[in-house]
Nanobody, 121 residues
Framework: QVQLVESGGGLVQPGGSLRLSCAASGRILSINAMGWYRQGPGKQRILVAAITRGGRANYADSVNGRCTISRDNAKNTVYLQMNSLKPEDTAVYYC???????????????WGQGTQVTVSS
């Protein structure tokens, strides 16, 4: 069974930094794009950043210049380095991967359980 497990969330002061990690495990045949989404209180889940298997990244305008997404294909892991954090970055952050597990007929979206990021003084 495939799982995505996030780590690295927490409480940070405005202007601070956090690094989120997400590791995919299980019987995985292939992983395509990986990304991070977030859902603030009372808001819809939105894309923060995504990265292709080849390393091409794209970012939401709200985090562009403050966040860097990266991945380690050998470890099936994606990272999100967040700097200059603002209170409006407070949200639950979800890892997403387009992957095909053993037994899947085709690739599909997998999600992690989410990790809370709170930016507050």
């Amino acid at each position: 069974q495939v799982q995505l497990v996030e780590s690295g969330g927490g409480l940070v002061q405005p202007g601070g930094s956090l690094r989120l990690s997400c590791a995919a495990s299980g019987r995985i045949l292939s992983i395509n794009a990986m990304g991070w989404y977030r859902q603030g209180p009372g808001k819809q889940r939105i894309l923060v950043a995504a990265i292709t298997r080849g390393g091409r990244a794209n970012y939401a305008d709200s985090v562009n210049g403050r966040c860097t997404i990266s991945r380690d294909n050998a470890k099936n892991t994606v990272y999100l380095q967040m700097n200059s954090l603002k209170p409006e970055d407070t949200a639950v952050y979800y890892c997403n991967a387009g992957l095909q597990g053993l037994g899947d007929r085709w690739p599909s979206d997998y999600w992690g359980q989410g990790t809370q990021v709170t930016v507050s003084s």
